[in-house]
């Protein structure tokens, strides 16, 4: 079998968090670690004292109160936006062996109460009460930590309501993290620094994109391997500035951006668009000015969108000391990269999953990219390609199992390796990601599709085009549904940055008449069985609360079956009059 591994040794890594904190404290001081807007203007912590009110959480909340131990079947739930209680919370509970269980706040209720119920967690830590007591009883533990304010604010009938729901202590943040209680930390610091790499840190549950979310558990040795080989290949600057949205429930921004912030002793400052309002976004980059941004695709795309509207802005956001922006999630469109390219940011893209913490291979600092290449693998992660040319990996950033999930567990590894579910392919160039396994499917002569690279291929060479969707199981060519960039299509040309020569089509009409054109261009790299035969572009905005997408902006194919059956079926029976409304058919015939 074909396999790959880094020359680079991975060497010795930092044993856990708490080590971590403790080391940066020492060696950073009164430098900034975390900045977040309080009314109005950012506010400042040191790692002085960030790590300060981190011992006083600890003391306060995870020993004094109703006896909890810190004990590695302890498990705290954090529901909540990111913020600067958020961080002090969570990195508090896993610094002293006690277990992460982030869990997205943009779940309904219901599917937020399994999650809760499943993992059978202590305490829970919210900023949002009322969602809290809309949960079933089961669900709940005992203890809650409400950030963000304190209990002589609290509404005494939302208090009433959780005590009957069987909450039995309700804390308020800025009451646990009031400097005039001075709680006794002896021996927190010695307990921080006993945790090993062995032991359990974080239940960190998969985006669900064809299943019940599964809890990935995840060792410190996991999440600090991960942030020495990344100090090994950027080799970093402490005090580097970066800006966050990227939610910490998902690995993308609670571990590899988060950790990578802390680990290299920089500053971590909160975007509090949460990646939707690009307006604001931008206002946020050009005070931070990052040194390193991270992001995914769709909100790079929607970036680039507004400064080709108004040029001005990539004077903020292109500023000198950018060194360079990182993408994940999916493949970054070419005609989105091309403006980086031409404004001398470098784009690093990487792949990996939750259960790899998450990251296994990334491309080089370098401005030349090749769409659909991930690059090499880390230091300490070896890869090689199995049946089908599914992607293993084994190293020490792959979790531990599944908890409370033994059959699934097994069957993700194979002879020491873990099997990513991923189809992918090795080249010169590195590694190449093809599709998901579990979305192959056959057409009628037997040929295997694998959709995602078709979706890749079109989405990435339209840039009017935020997503597509590829089907045809049974069928005797692909077909394809085509979701429209709504803000790109209204910036109506983006002068010298957009070196492209198409043309911005004023209506949805207009752009199913040219993509075609794209289709065919793109259909050229693939084999003759993969070409689309019918498509359509859909008058529709995908959103996660519709959980059409991932809280990390990836298509859940499962649902987009299931919402846009009725266009499905009838492009399958070829009834084009049966159709929906806002249907544009793209006229493939004659390609």
């Known amino acids: 079998m074909q396999g790959l591994k880094s020359p680079q040794s991975l060497g010795q890594i930092t044993p856990g968090i708490g080590t971590m904190l403790l080391d940066n404290q020492d060696r950073y001081g009164e430098s900034n670690a975390f900045a977040e807007r309080q009314n109005g203007p950012y506010h400042y912590w040191s ?181 020495k080989a990344l100090e090994i290949l950027w080799k970093p600057e402490s005090g580097m500035r970066f800006l966050c949205y990227l939610p910490w429930h998902h690995s993308f921004g609670g571990l590899f951006e988060r950790l990578f912030a802390l680990h290299s002793g920089g500053c971590l400052a909160i975007d509090d668009s949460a990646g939707k309002d690009a307006g604001r976004l931008l206002e946020n980059f050009a005070e931070v000015r990052p040194n390193v941004y991270f992001s995914v695709p769709k909100v790079y795309q929607e970036i680039v969108t507004r400064i080709l509207a108004d040029p001005k802005l990539g004077d903020s956001f292109f500023h000198d000391s950018l060194k360079f922006v990182f993408t994940a999630a999916a493949p970054l469109p070419i005609s989105t990269s091309e403006i980086f390219r031409n404004k001398g940011v470098p784009v690093v893209e990487g792949w990996g999953l939750t259960e790899t913490s998450p990251c296994c291979t990334l491309t080089e600092l370098s401005l030349a990219r090749t769409p659909g290449v991930v690059g090499f693998p880390i230091p300490g992660v070896e890869l090689k390609l199995g049946e089908e040319n599914e992607i293993l990996i084994k190293g020490p950033n792959v979790m531990t199992g599944y908890f409370r999930q033994a059959e699934a567990s097994a069957k993700v590894f194979s002879d020491g390796w873990f099997r990513t579910g991923d189809v992918g392919a090795i080249t010169d160039e590195g590694v190449r990601i093809i599709s998901r396994l579990d979305r192959m499917f056959k057409l009628d002569n037997g040929e295997k599709v694998f959709p995602a690279r078709i979706e890749d291929r079109i989405a990435g060479r339209c840039k009017f085009i935020k997503y597509a969707y590829v089907f045809g199981s049974g069928q005797k060519n692909p077909s394809l549904l085509a979701f429209p960039n709504y803000e790109l299509m209204t910036a109506k040309g983006g002068g010298e940055l957009d070196q492209s020569d198409c043309v911005y089509p004023p209506c949805l009409g207009d752009l199913a008449g040219c993509l075609g054109d794209c289709i065919e261009a793109e ?48 492009l399958q029976q070829k009834q084009i009059d049966a159709l929906p409304s806002g249907t544009h058919v793209i006229n493939m015939e004659k390609k």
């Open 523 to 570: 259909q050229q790299a693939g084999a003759a069985f993969e070409r689309v035969n019918a498509a359509v572009v859909i008058d529709t905005e995908l959103t996660v609360e519709a959980n059409q997408l991932t809280p990390s902006f990836k298509l859940i194919p499962r649902k987009i079956a299931e919402d846009f059956s009725e266009h499905i079926e009838a």
């Open 47 to 227: 790692w002085q004292q960030m790590v300060a009110d981190i011992l006083q959480f600890t003391s306060l909340t995870l020993q004094a109160h109703n006896g909890v131990e810190t004990t590695a079947t302890n498990r705290v739930a954090f529901i909540s936006a990111n913020c600067y209680h958020r961080l002090v919370s969570e990195m508090a509970v896993m610094a002293v062996g006690m277990v992460a269980v982030p869990v997205f706040v943009g779940y309904a209720p219901e599917m937020m109460s399994d999650l809760l119920g499943f993992a059978d967690v202590d305490m829970l830590v919210t900023d949002n009460l009322e969602k809290m007591a809309l949960l079933r009883a089961e669900s709940l533990p005992a203890q809650i930590v409400v950030m963000n304010s304190s209990g002589a604010s609290a509404d005494p009938e939302l208090l009433d309501k959780l005590a009957a729901l069987g909450v039995a202590s309700i804390l308020f943040m800025d009451d646990v993290l009031d400097e005039q209680k001075n709680p006794d930390t002896t021996g927190l610091e010695e307990q921080m620094r006993s945790v090993t790499p062995d032991r359990l840190a974080m239940i960190m549950f998969t985006s669900g994109t064809s299943s019940f979310p599964k809890g990935v558990q995840l060792t410190h040795g996991n999440l600090m391997s991960q942030q």
